[in-house]
């Protein structure tokens, strides 16, 4: 919107745009627009992580929409349900670009993400040969490009008297990470329980034979990715030459957060076994982040973006 308030009324809806709760309902009508597969579960949705032990309560959010894939339907043997977390974020008006660094390339554990899944396992017999439901971290190509660290710039530096001219900031990007990742480690939890509780009463009982959880974040800011050779870094300055850098426009990226230690899953809780990469992926999680103009595209391709 270019226009500029004139009344009461006009700075009333300025003001309320600028806080992102009008955002947030697009976004929410996005799903409820989508195929029939998607179901919008709920807005203002708490959370909390870890699960309360006791008077020991984890540390609560409010999770901005949550929405689900159906695929089968529930009860069936088959029956799978994507768990999507969104967080929805209106950029600061002084930062209009958020800029990532792509993933070394020559990681090829860096280059990867993977989907966190909650499966049933009842055995023959469930109330005497119970096994509960256990958590798997499968490896799934590239959801756009990989990316490992960010931040928000202001898209334009061609004022020369301006003192804040090399300003930058992280703080959008941090807060939406953290608080997408407190919600689906507390989901996933919660429907870990669920599941176990279910399985102990038979497999008749149990909605979904498998739970995967995706925590997205949908922005206005416009995406950027940024990569360059390592080696052409000048080590005494710690600087590296204009025309050695790429600048990349994205519809959306996977963002590898680094998980805070309160928000890590323990190993007995998390895999089902111990490889060379358990830490690495109870450390980081991944996050798929999206421009708001390609949010309703994303809905449509995504499940084929995670099978592919």
């Keep these: 919107m270019t226009e500029k308030p004139s009344s009461i009324h006009d700075w009333t809806v300025h003001v309320l745009n600028i806080q992102g709760s009008i955002f947030e309902r697009w976004v929410a009508n996005a799903v409820r627009g989508a ?83 909650v499966r049933a396992d009842v055995g023959t017999d469930a109330l005497t040969n119970y096994q509960g439901a256990k958590v798997f971290i499968h490896p799934l190509e590239s959801v756009g490009p990989v990316t490992d660290d960010g931040y928000e710039t202001k898209g334009t530096y061609d004022v020369p008297t301006e003192r804040k001219n090399t300003k930058t900031s992280t703080e959008a990007i941090s807060n939406a990470c953290h608080q997408v990742a407190l919600a689906t480690q507390g989901i996933l939890a919660e429907e870990q329980r669920f599941m176990k509780m279910r399985a102990k009463l038979g497999s008749a009982k149990i909605p979904y034979f498998s739970e995967t959880f995706l925590p997205l974040i949908v922005t206005t800011a416009n995406l950027k990715t940024v990569s360059f050779d390592p080696a052409s870094v000048d ?14 426009d994205a519809k959306w990226l996977s963002y590898l957060y680094p998980l805070p230690r309160h928000l890590q899953f323990a190993f007995e809780d998390t895999l089902t076994e111990i490889d060379n990469d358990s830490l690495y992926r109870l450390a980081k999680l991944p996050i798929i982040i999206i421009q708001g103009s390609a949010f309703e595209e994303f809905l449509q391709d995504v499940v084929t973006l995670l099978q592919s």
């Excluded at 080590?235 to 990349?248: E, H, M, R, W």
């Design 35 to 117: 195929r029939d597969e998607w179901k919008l579960v709920a807005t203002q949705f708490a959370v909390e992580f870890p699960e309360p032990n006791g008077p020991i309560r984890g540390r609560e959010s409010v999770l901005d929409v949550r929405a689900s894939f159906q695929r089968l339907e529930p009860y069936s043997p088959n029956a799978i349900r994507l768990n999507a977390f969104i967080e929805c974020k209106k950029n600061n008006p002084d930062f209009i670009d958020w800029v990532f660094f792509e993933a070394d390339a020559s990681d090829t554990k860096a280059k990867r993400i993977w989907i966190q899944e």
């Design 235 to 248: 080590p005494a300055s710690g600087t590296v030459a204009f025309d050695a850098v790429s600048l990349k």
